[in-house]
């Protein structure tokens, strides 16, 4: 009989220390990494990489509720398309919704996101540090078998941990949870891996505004943007994130056009809402434009 980690769920073996799962003492509970992460916080290299398409034909192999989760600057095409892949009666739950701006209506960016995505299933919003804000959540868990997934490190093993006083590994690593993790009608899955690194946000989020003149440009960590003409803009990235504003010494690459209540998302770090018509220079492929899920574009 196989035993697995009770951190990550991958499956316990004590020959290969090279290999994941490996313990000195197989009636472990935990793997080496997970023994490490959970008492050092040391980074171990991961050897296995999450195969998206394999994972969802799992989890549609399930029968289950799924509970999809992603963070408000992470909701893009890429995030929301793994989403519409999944088969089961689903929830897309966003997380950490106390990291969302206060001059935010909440109302309004749940439809908004409805409607930019495509979205019939209801729309939950969802923080560790909220009781009130779990009770739905709690209410699904109670009375159905669940699976917990969504983006790597949107914070699926920190909720379960909270709502059921279990004890899944954590990190801030990408793909710390390595296969699925069953305590009592709750599963744990891995997380879909990314294009691109997703950087987490840490605390509420303050919007920046600009009034970006035509001779400046902004650096967004590294990602550098520009504008053909003056623009006014609001920045939504996580507050860790160096924002600088220089004065123009070249045009890039891409020039991009950019309408009034559009959002420029960059994927793994945040999006920034026009409220003029613009064209922009960019140095990235790693974005996508879309009607602006903060602004008032599907109000009549």
């Given at each position: 009989m196989t035993k697995k980690c009770i951190g990550c769920g991958i499956v316990l073996q004590d020959k290969d220390i090279n290999q994941l799962g490996y313990t000195p003492k197989i009636e472990n509970d935990l793997c080496q990494r997970c023994f490490k992460l959970k008492h050092y916080g040391e980074k171990i290299v991961i050897e296995k990489k999450q195969n998206n398409n394999e994972l969802i034909n799992k989890i549609n192999k399930e029968k289950v509720i799924v509970l999809y989760l992603v963070d408000f600057l992470n909701i893009n095409n890429e995030t929301i398309e793994y989403f519409h892949k999944i088969n089961n009666s689903k929830y897309l739950v966003i997380t950490k919704s106390d990291i969302i701006p206060k001059n935010i209506i909440i109302d309004r960016l749940i439809t908004n996101i409805k409607k930019e995505y495509k979205i019939e299933e209801e729309i939950i919003l969802?923080?560790?540090?909220?009781?009130?804000?779990?009770?739905?959540?709690?209410?699904?868990?109670?009375?159905?078998?669940?699976?917990?997934?969504?983006?790597?490190?949107?914070?699926?093993?920190?909720?379960?941990?909270?709502?059921?006083?279990?004890?899944?590994?954590?990190?801030?690593?990408?793909?710390?949870?390595?296969?699925?993790?069953?305590?009592?009608?709750?599963?744990?899955?891995?997380?879909?891996?990314?294009?691109?690194?997703?950087?987490?946000?840490?605390?509420?989020?303050?919007?920046?505004?600009?009034?970006?003149?035509?001779?400046?440009?902004?650096?967004?960590?590294?990602?550098?943007?520009?504008?053909?003409?003056?623009?006014?803009?609001?920045?939504?990235?996580?507050?860790?994130?160096?924002?600088?504003?220089?004065?123009?010494?070249?045009?890039?690459?891409?020039?991009?056009?950019?309408?009034?209540?559009?959002?420029?998302?960059?994927?793994?770090?945040?999006?920034?809402?026009?409220?003029?018509?613009?064209?922009?220079y960019l140095n990235t492929t790693n974005y996508e434009i879309r009607n602006s899920i903060v602004g008032d574009s599907y109000e009549n």
């Open positions: 969802c923080n560790v540090f909220d009781k009130k804000n779990s009770n739905k959540l709690k209410e699904i868990i109670e009375n159905n078998k669940v699976i917990f997934c969504g983006i790597t490190n949107m914070g699926k093993s920190s909720l379960i941990n909270k709502l059921t006083n279990s004890d899944i590994t954590i990190s801030n690593k990408e793909n710390t949870t390595q296969d699925f993790i069953k305590i009592n009608n709750i599963i744990d899955a891995p997380g879909f891996i990314c294009n691109y690194q997703v950087i987490i946000p840490k605390s509420k989020i303050l919007p920046k505004t600009y009034q970006l003149k035509n001779k400046y440009y902004l650096n967004i960590a590294d990602i550098i943007i520009s504008t053909k003409e003056d623009a006014n803009l609001t920045l939504y990235f996580a507050n860790e994130i160096n924002i600088e504003k220089r004065k123009k010494i070249e045009e890039y690459k891409y020039l991009i056009k950019i309408k009034k209540n559009q959002d420029l998302v960059i994927k793994g770090m945040g999006f920034i809402k026009f409220s003029t018509d613009t064209s922009i």
